[in-house]
């Protein structure tokens, strides 16, 4: 069975200063991981995906995320945030032939 | 470009009613998928079409939902008999290829309400 839990409902943060959403997952075989971002009243926005390789994600608006094996982790960073990036962010495992999200971190940008 | 559609944004019904739920994938696109989101929480897998054919329907809650895509590319989600645990924001994705069902665009959403 597939989980995908993200520690952190919501996360406040002041507008510049860099943010890190959790994301830990639970599977005994290999998964892509994936972060989607999700705007008021808006479907998921794709961020970044991991799928093999480096380590070290890139992925769209200055976010990039770590694959971690060893700690079944997989967190979302950003060095500095703007007020644009209050949304909320969901944690994603594809195995199996479909998603496994997690429950999702409201973050919230503050001037 | 065009993305996914679903419509309507905005459902509200009466508990036994049944509605119908309407998703318009992006053109060409092979797979279509359907997901159930409740308030404060993931989306949830329910089910999955390749072109016509319901090759996974899993997710789906009860025997009251059903979903369709008959000519391979307008899918409609149907939920019968509607109860107040039915009302979430059920999202319609869809993916380009058989092989890459991680390649997903998601719609914007209907948010069904059962009062």
């Known amino acids: 069975a597939q989980s995908v839990t993200q520690l952190d409902s919501q996360v406040p943060v002041f507008e510049e200063a860099p943010v890190e959403l959790r994301c830990n997952y639970s599977?005994?075989?290999?998964?892509?991981l994936f972060w989607y971002v999700q705007y008021p009243n808006q479907g998921l926005q794709l961020l970044l995906k991991?799928?093999?390789?480096?380590?070290l994600v890139k992925g769209i608006n200055g976010f990039e995320a770590e694959f971690n094996k060893s700690q079944t982790s997989f967190h979302l960073r950003k060095p500095s945030v703007h007020i644009s990036d209050t949304a909320e962010y969901f944690c994603?495992?594809?195995?199996?032939?479909?998603?496994?999200f997690g429950s999702g971190t409201k973050l919230n940008v503050k001037p | 470009g065009a993305g996914v559609s679903q419509s309507p944004r905005y459902k509200v019904a009466k508990r036994g009613q049944d509605v119908a739920l309407r998703c318009d994938p992006i053109?060409?696109?092979?797979?279509l998928f359907w997901y159930q989101q409740a308030l404060g929480q993931g989306p949830e897998f329910l089910t999955y079409?390749?072109?016509?054919?319901?090759?996974?329907k899993s997710g789906l809650p009860s025997d009251r939902f059903f979903a369709e895509r008959p000519e391979g590319s307008v899918s409609t989600l149907k939920i019968q008999r509607t109860q107040q645990e039915d009302s979430a924001v059920y999202l319609c994705?869809?993916?380009?290829?058989?092989?890459?069902?991680?390649?997903?665009?998601f719609g914007p959403g209907t948010r069904l309400t059962v009062l």
């Open positions: 599977s005994s075989v290999s998964v892509y």
């Open positions: 053109s060409g696109h092979v797979s």
């Open positions: 079409f390749q072109n016509e054919a319901q090759l996974d």
């Open positions: 994603a495992v594809f195995n199996f032939n479909k998603f496994y």
């Open positions: 994705a869809s993916s380009p290829a058989p092989g890459r069902r991680d390649e997903q665009f």
């Open positions: 991991y799928l093999s390789g480096s380590t």
